[in-house]
């Protein structure tokens, strides 16, 4: 007796995208785009943490702690200065400069 071929399930067409396919379409554009500055991520990492102080989520100083801490690890102290990354900080919280 030979041995079978295995079938296809009938709902699965060669033409059909597959969620890999999906996801690669929504990402794609994202994933090949220029590469963020990191004081643009930086300036998006304090707007977000902003609004979940805002939604009460989190305390003013643990925002502003965890911030202050991925400024000092991404070197963004060392390149710009406390004083710039406070005032971006201040900005996203609805400081004087906002």
Request: aromatic share 4%; glycine share 8%; hydrophobic share 50%.
């Amino acid at each position: 007796m030979a041995p079978q071929k295995a079938r296809r399930p009938a709902t699965c067409s060669v033409s059909e995208p597959s969620g890999i396919d999906l996801a690669w379409r929504q990402i794609g554009p994202v994933a090949t785009a220029k590469i963020a500055t990191p004081q643009a991520v930086f300036k998006l990492r304090c707007e977000a943490r902003a609004l979940l102080w805002r939604m009460a989520a989190i305390g003013l100083q643990d925002a502003v702690d965890i911030l202050q801490a991925g400024a000092v690890r991404d070197r963004l102290v060392a390149e710009l200065g406390q004083d710039a990354v406070q005032e971006i900080m201040a900005n996203a919280f609805g400081g004087r400069n906002a």
